[in-house]
């Protein structure tokens, strides 16, 4: 069976650190073949973006391009509508077959609110659930946020040895840990906008593009 490959979305309005270091490390830890950067266009559980989907696949380009882990795939920036997880994970099934395992990479907060998705349980068929867990968060005070339907789920799927995503396409729950790097793109818009300096927080690449094409100092 083919390594898995992992799938890591959301709006990058835009990609910081965070981002990049949690790719890298659940990327290496659970020995993916790749990691495929998907920018959102238009996502559902949020408000629009700040800036346009050309800029925001421009700064993913930047980031990635010196990481042969990393690739990006533009597909839900180029679908009409909302960009639904399920319908991205259901072409990338159709496209890499039946047997190939898939990762959809979450972070603890997108995991709890998994249940609040579109054909949430649909996700389970298609992909594996990886929950990139920072330190400060313990898993065992995820109940007190978890619905019951998610926590059925997550305690018929959990996989107590991460590698076991190798030995089938789909249908399991992670849990692995990552640095705690306090990043957001919030943080990052306010920076811009208030004139301070957001440098270390996000690639150099990033930062340039950002500043020369005026992104974000406008609110």
Same mark, same amino acid.
């Given at each position: 069976?083919?390594?898995?490959?992992?799938?890591?979305?959301?709006t990058?309005?835009?990609?910081h650190?965070?981002?990049?270091?949690?790719?890298?490390?659940?990327g290496?830890?659970?020995?993916?073949?790749?990691?495929?950067?998907?920018?959102?266009?238009?996502?559902?559980?949020?408000?629009?973006?700040?800036?346009?989907?050309?800029?925001?696949?421009?700064?993913?380009?930047?980031?990635?391009r010196?990481?042969?882990?990393f690739?990006?795939?533009?597909?839900?920036?180029?679908?009409?509508?909302?960009a639904?997880?399920?319908d991205?994970?259901?072409?990338?099934?159709a496209e890499?077959?039946?047997?190939?395992p898939?990762?959809?990479? =979450?972070? &603890?907060? !997108?995991? @709890? +609110?998994?249940?609040?998705?579109?054909?949430?349980?649909? $996700?389970?068929a298609?992909?594996?659930?990886?929950?990139?867990?920072r330190?400060?968060?313990?898993?065992?005070?995820?109940?007190?946020?978890?619905?019951?339907?998610?926590?059925?789920?997550?305690?018929a799927?959990?996989?107590?040895?991460?590698?076991?995503?190798?030995?089938?396409?789909?249908?399991?729950?992670? =849990?692995? &840990?990552? !640095?705690? @790097? +306090?990043?957001?793109?919030?943080?990052?818009?306010?920076? $811009?906008?208030?004139?301070?300096?957001?440098?270390?927080?996000?690639?150099?690449?990033?930062?340039d593009?950002?500043?020369?094409?005026?992104?974000?100092?406008?609110?």
């Amino acid at each position: 069976m083919a390594a898995p490959i992992g799938i890591l979305g959301g709006t990058f309005d835009p990609i910081h650190y965070g981002h990049l270091r949690l790719a890298e490390e659940v990327g290496r830890g659970l020995k993916l073949d790749e990691v495929r950067f998907i920018p959102s266009g238009t996502p559902p559980h949020r408000g629009a973006p700040q800036v346009s989907a050309i800029d925001r696949v421009a700064m993913v380009r930047l980031a990635i391009r010196d990481n042969p882990l990393f690739t990006l795939d533009e597909r839900e920036t180029r679908r009409a509508g909302p960009a639904y997880s399920v319908d991205t994970l259901s072409e990338l099934r159709a496209e890499l077959g039946p047997d190939r395992p898939l990762c959809l990479l =979450v972070g &603890a907060d !997108a995991f @709890l +609110d998994l249940a609040t998705w579109s054909r949430w349980h649909e $996700l389970f068929a298609l992909a594996h659930v990886v929950i990139a867990h920072r330190p400060g968060f313990p898993v065992d005070t995820w109940h007190e946020r978890m619905p019951q339907p998610l926590a059925r789920e997550y305690a018929a799927r959990a996989m107590q040895q991460p590698l076991a995503v190798h030995l089938a396409p789909a249908g399991g729950v992670v =849990v692995t &840990a990552i !640095a705690a @790097l +306090d990043i957001s793109a919030t943080m990052i818009r306010e920076c $811009l906008r208030s004139r301070s300096s957001p440098r270390y927080l996000l690639p150099d690449s990033v930062l340039d593009y950002i500043e020369r094409n005026a992104l974000y100092a406008g609110g």
